[in-house]
């Protein structure tokens, strides 16, 4: 059975990081695209950045330049690096695997205070 489990969520400062982890089980790790998103209550969910199999990147406006996505085939793992961060970036982080499925973890939250 596919499964996703975040961690690394937590309180943080406005202008300090954090590092989110994501480990996969149950899936070909290699061939997914690997991704990030967000979201806070009353809103949709929303993407913060993908890294393909190919290691084709892609950020939201949002976070360019803050933030960095990466992966560890070998491990199966994700990460997000986060920077600069900001009481806006406050959410539940979600990792996500996509090929044909979709899949998701159970999320972690992030809370930058002012």
Request: hydrophobic share 35%; with cysteine.
């Amino acid at each position: 059975q596919v499964q996703l489990v975040e961690s690394g969520g937590g309180l943080v400062q406005a202008g300090g990081s954090l590092t989110l982890s994501c480990a996969a089980s149950g899936i070909s790790f290699s061939i997914h695209t690997m991704g990030w998103y967000r979201q806070v209550p009353g809103k949709p969910r929303e993407l913060v950045a993908t890294i393909t199999s190919g290691g084709m990147i892609t950020y939201a406006d949002s976070v360019k330049g803050r933030f960095t996505i990466s992966r560890d085939t070998a491990k199966k793992m994700v990460y997000l690096q986060m920077n600069s961060l900001k009481p806006e970036d406050t959410a539940v982080y979600y990792c996500n695997a996509r090929r044909c499925s979709a899949y998701w973890g159970q999320g972690t939250q992030v809370t930058v205070s002012s």
